[in-house]
């Protein structure tokens, strides 16, 4: 089992930058990738994209492409999802979990609130 956390949101106005973490403690070997979401109010959940743990590519969705990046620093076991230029179309719950081999994402975290004003 895989604990996650994430932090880093808050406020912001539009164009700004605002870097979340995800905090990862137990055994992440059953894992290929921490993925990333975001829910908007009254809308669906969005996929961003993953950073693999060992192996593939790196994954954006086009809306992020571009703007996002995600990192990771495996001495601190923590990743982190850089975001620039922001709009108030970001506004959500941006949300961390981890992707297993079966392509399933089996744990998440609870989630932090990004908020930008225009």
């Known amino acids: 089992q895989v604990q996650l956390v994430e932090s880093g949101g808050g406020l912001v106005q539009a164009g700004g930058s605002l870097t979340l973490s995800c905090a990862a403690s137990?055994?992440?070997?059953?894992?290929?990738?921490m993925a990333w979401f975001r829910q908007a109010p009254g809308l669906q959940r969005e996929f961003l994209g993953a950073l693999p743990f060992m192996f593939g590519n790196t994954y954006y969705s086009d809306s992020i492409k571009g703007r996002f990046t995600f990192s990771r620093d495996k001495a601190k076991h923590m990743d982190y999802l850089q975001m620039n230029s922001l709009k108030p179309e970001d506004t959500a719950v941006y949300y961390c979990?981890?992707?297993?081999?079966?392509?399933?994402?089996?744990?998440w975290g609870r989630g932090t609130q990004v908020t930008v004003s225009s």
């Open positions: 137990g055994d992440t070997s059953g894992s290929q990738a």
């Open positions: 979990a981890t992707e297993n081999h079966y392509g399933q994402y089996d744990n």
